[in-house]
């Protein structure tokens, strides 16, 4: 089935360091990944969409310029949080959408846990 | 504008009963809706879906779920739990867009 990676599984960096996530998709291409952030006992929130070959596509309210996302191939996207803070500290969380699927459903990564100290 | 709610933050149930999970929907056109799984510090594994087609759907490890078009409702069920049934389930809808509206999880607890 479809299988999605992210790497690291868990980092901690110091304030004003960046730090980045990759997301691959192992056996599909995708065109589109999303980046979602999950605060304790919270829902997933959608950070952006992530497209391949062009600029990714922010949600209300997200930095564009603090959370900097690349697609450069159909099986990997990358999210860099820059001068991350503590309050960046989150549970990060990529999907990738599997165009061949019968329906365009997403497959999520196993999550990224930063923590900022 | 998409939304999703999941009415209970827990739901307790003992192992062998029935559970229930509660989700209602809100979305302009047809609806796509789906229940995903989250185990501690895991992403999310796809339970089923829901695009068209008959109400009852079946999906991974024996759950189940019900559109209900008048209600705009679709109950994850499950006839008999497990303790390694318990997990933070996500109810989300979509409206063939790309985006993915999720509700705000549900802790289910299902005790020996």
């Known amino acids: 089935g479809a299988v999605v990676s992210q790497h690291p599984s868990r980092v901690i960096c110091k304030s004003g360091t960046s730090v980045k996530i990759e997301c691959r998709s192992l056996?599909?291409?995708?065109?589109?990944m999303f980046w979602y952030r999950q605060f304790p006992k919270q829902s997933l929130m959608l950070m952006a969409t992530?497209?391949?070959?062009?600029?990714?596509?922010?949600e209300q309210g997200v930095e564009k310029d603090k959370f900097l996302i690349n697609h450069a191939s159909l099986t990997l996207s990358t999210l860099t949080v820059t001068s991350a803070h503590p309050e960046d500290s989150s549970f990060y969380i990529c999907s990738a959408r599997d165009l061949a699927g019968p329906y365009n459903e997403q497959f999520f990564g196993p999550g990224t846990r930063l923590t900022v100290l | 504008a998409q939304s999703v709610a999941q009415p209970e933050d827990q739901v307790n149930v003992a192992e062998g009963n029935p559970l229930t999970v509660k989700c209602t929907y809100s979305?302009?056109?047809?609806?796509?809706l789906f229940w995903y799984v989250q185990y501690p510090n895991r992403g999310l594994q796809f339970l089923l879906k829901y695009i068209t087609g008959d109400n009852l759907v079946k999906g991974s490890y024996g759950f189940e779920a019900e559109f209900n078009k008048s209600q705009t409702s679709f109950h994850l069920k499950k006839p008999s739990a497990l303790v390694s049934d318990s997990a933070l389930y996500f109810c989300?809808?979509?409206?063939?867009?790309?985006?993915?509206?999720f509700g705000t999880g549900t802790r289910l607890q299902v005790f020996p």
């Open positions: 989300a809808v979509s409206d063939n867009t790309d985006k993915l509206i």
């Open positions: 056996d599909f291409q995708a065109t589109t």
């Open positions: 979305v302009s056109g047809n609806p796509y």
């Open positions: 992530s497209n391949e070959g062009s600029k990714a596509t922010y």
